[in-house]
């Protein structure tokens, strides 16, 4: 509402970009006045997209517009508004003139999938050096203009101009419309700290009013000419195979346009939505039966017997065998941790076109150049024959299905040789989402005479493979060549601990399968294992009779002075109370307490440290978390607003996830398909949330999208064991679990 | 065989052709009259992302039937109810409050508080989290957006 009346911000309208590269290639034409030697006349060759290159990242028009081409997108998290102001600022240009064009094959360089919390850390970071690049270029190129040393230039909303004042040449006169053609410099000064003016101010985000006057276009919104409408009909059960259909049973249907039978691939295609929908809900099928599922009642002991492929050792200091061996308090704990399914409002959505050969494909991928792969391989085309463009969609948090509505799309589209949009339902979002796989951990130490830790060890029992591209499901059940290794994600983070034992190992089993295709959801691993890290250490520290605070500090390296200003300014933020816990329990029906995390984000990055603060209602076993603190260290701040909103989101959706997610199935498939059987936090259930943002304009920005989850489960199951004196070891917390910890105790 | 039905729709008489009277009014709203506000979340009547007025009642237009919609019953979406020059209050203190992440429940949330804020003066803030207790939200959203419930109340 405050920045963006006077300047117009696109030179060309979304929607035309939507429609795909055509239209943009005019922008390259655009006779804006004409620069020199800095820049050749534009071509008509396809803008390029490699890493190298600043005309990868970014572009002026000949009024100056700056377009910045992003291979990370925005998930709904604002950052798109953050590389904006970014590179608004890099450059010197009004942020209202910078637009931002994201995840589209043909145009943005591939920088690697939207996950991780890496969007600025790594993708801004890359467009400001190319910004950088261009603006020390474009000061050079000025500088032989104005006859003005370079050194006593300015830029002032993209005009340069002599400090001491004098003519001015502006970006669009320099290079408008045309190529850079330059190498980015990965040495091009970028600006010093003092010198950023909107990098670290709390700045409004470019999409929220048209979110709130119900101008945005999603994924879900978004249509194109000649459009029918597509709906996929998933087996009954994981594994089983389709043996008949009989389209005779929704021919009374108006608008039924085919149905799509691909082996065990069914698919509806109407010429209205709602038509599509009752034709793949009244669709006769006959299924085989498939129980591939182990028992969930037994999952724990199903995780535990699953083959291990190979043990990746995550640290390895001293002799933690032999201290485990030696004299002392020898201390043991197993934690779980629940399937859980990412939960998007919106369930995933995706259009395809074929024409002339080639696939049109736009969807909410968090993973573009990745999915043009993949289509490519499930379709056997070149994947220049691929297009895949980024249109925002309800927020993923993680790899949900937005691909795989986008193979739906295409297997449809190719079938019936016409555009056709797929609209999951809520039962297809819940019950074939790949889902973020079970957690088991060991841990064991070995308490000396002090109650110091001897000896640390730890066993996670986690699914083979890394981050990558998960199997596609339309592939699967097509039985079209896919993805074969699962991607779970970067699942053995944070297995290892910031703490300075003399003698620790952690190892995680490497499990050749888990029960459901797994990929990533919000801080993939690194939840689960701090989680069983941070309770554990909270439970050497109980047996220690230490605040737990004090043991943190105690094993913290005195040279991470960051790390200790964390929990030095969280101890003051939250008024933590020195004393060991738990507290002496009252007697109350209910009871209180308060514990404390830390984590550092793979331990190389982003530190956060948290206090939160419970009541147990003992007859119940209903947990309230009614204040969260939380300290946050990620370097330099881009936008504070946009660093809070995020930490916002981890509290509320992990207390969402620890006290109440749990993926529940039979044998066959999935039983928790809408929100009743798997409940999410509700308003009355969530805490009040206090936090403190420590700036390092001097330092790297690092991620914010995903730290803070990761402390999360630990400081509710602290703080209820401070309250209680009962250790929860087990997420979800349910009511039931904690009333028969509770009575167990 | 299509039929004719017609509808009030944020202040305008429209008439649209279905093939099925039972159509949720979702389905009318987002592709027959192409608006954006309404959402497709869940079908079930259990997310709220389709909240829209029927005569000034906050409903969950995909499990209204259109069978149910009466003729002169004033559907308003999130369209309707505020435009860029002239937000309605709930607009402008969600805007004010930055109260949107991903934004795809936001219509819910929009709705179902200005429903509430219409009939409930001066409300507290348990009366407000009671009001959008059926409103899901997966981003964590939720401290935002009742800090511009707050200030739409207050206005």
Known sequence: MTMQDTIPRAALSRRALLKGTGALVVGFHLAGPLGQALAQAGSAAAKPVTLDQVDTFLSIDGRGLVTIYSGKVDLGTGVQSALAQMIADELDVPDARVTVIQGDTALTPDQGPTYGSLSLQNGGVQIRQAAATARDALLTEAAKRLGVAKADLAVVDGAIGPRAGGPTVTYAELIGGRRFDLKLDPAAPTKKPADYKLVGRAMARRDVPDKILGRFTYMQDFRVPGM??????????????????????????????????????????????????????????????????????????????????????????GDAAAAM?????????????????????????????????????????????????????????????????????????????????????????????????????????HGWDPKGPPTLIDLRANLDSSGGVAAWESEFFIPQGAAGNVALVAADLAGLPNATAIAPGGIHQNSAIPYKFPNVRTVCHRLETTPFKPSWIRTPGRMQNTYANECFLDELAAAA????????????????????????????????????????????????????????????????????????????????????????????????????????????????????????????????????????????????????LIDRPAEKPWGAGEPTAAVVPSAISNAVFDATGVRLRSVPYTPAKVKAALQSA | MAISKSLDVNGRTVSIDIDDPDMPLLYALRDNLALHGPRFGCGLGQCGACTVHVDGVAMRSCIVPLSAVAPGQKIVTLEGLGTP???????????????????????????????????????????????????????????????????????
């Not at chain 1, 993923?396 to 609209?423: F, I, S, T």
């Not at chain 1, 978390?625 to 504070?640: A, E, K, L, M």
């Open chain 2, 85 to 155: 020059e002239k937000p309605h209050p709930v607009q402008a203190a969600f805007i004010a409050e930055q109260a949107a992440q991903c934004g795809y429940c936001i219509n819910g949330m929009v709705m179902e508080s200005a429903a509430f804020l219409a009939r409930t003066k001066g409300p507290s803030e348990a009366d407000i989290k009671a009001a959008l207790a059926n409103n899901l939200c997966r981003c964590g959203t939720h401290a935002a957006i009742l800090r511009a419930v707050k200030r739409a109340a207050a206005a």
């Open chain 1, 545 to 692: 009779g230490i605040d737990p605070l004090e043991y943190r500090l105690k094993y913290l390296d005195p040279a991470d002075t960051r790390g200790i200003e964390v929990l030095d300014r969280l101890a003051k933020l939250a008024r933590w109370e020195k004393r060991p816990s738990p507290q002496k329990a009252g007697n109350g029906a209910v009871l209180k307490g308060r514990g404390i995390t830390y984590c550092k984000y793979e331990l190389v990055r982003t530190y956060v440290g948290a206090v939160a603060e419970v009541e147990v209602e003992r007859a119940t076993g209903v947990i309230r978390v009614t204040r969260f603190y939380v300290v946050h260290d990620c370097g330099q701040i881009i936008n504070p607003d946009g660093v809070k909103a995020q930490i916002e989101g981890n509290v509320f959706q992990t207390v969402s996830r620890t006290l109440k997610e749990e993926l529940t199935f039979d044998r066959g498939m999935v039983t928790s398909l809408d929100w009743g059987s798997y409940p999410i936090l509700t308003f009355p259930e969530i805490p009040e949330l206090v936090m403190e």
């Open chain 1, 228 to 317: 029918l409408h597509g709906r996929v009909v998933h087996p009954p059960a994981l594994g089983a195979r389709l043996e008949a259909v009989d389209e005779g049973s929704i021919k009374g249907i108006p608008g039924i346009v085919q149905v799509v039978r691909q082996g065990n691939f069914l698919g509806v295609v109407a010429s209205n939505e709602w038509a599509a929908i009752r034709g793949a809900r009244d669709l006769k099928t006959t299924w085989s039966k498939s129980e591939t599922l182990p028992d969930q009642a037994r999952l724990w002991e199903h995780v535990r017997a699953t083959k291990v492929v190979k043990d990746d050792v995550t640290s390895n200091v």
């Open chain 1, 325 to 429: 061996r030696g004299e002392g308090r020898k201390l043991a704990a197993s934690y779980d941790f629940a399937i859980h399914t990412h939960g998007s409002i919106g369930p995933s959505c995706a259009i395809a076109e074929f024409k002339d050969g080639k696939l049109t494909s736009w969807s909410a991928s968090q993973a573009t150049h990745n999915l043009r792969k993949q289509l490519a391989q499930m379709l056997a085309m070149p994947q220049e024959a691929v297009h895949c463009l980024y249109v925002e969609g309800s927020g993923c948090y993680g790899r949900n299905g937005h691909e795989d509505a986008a193979a739906d799309a295409a297997l449809l589209a190719r079938a019936v040789g016409r555009p056709v949009r797929v609209q999951w339902s809520r039962a297809d979002e």
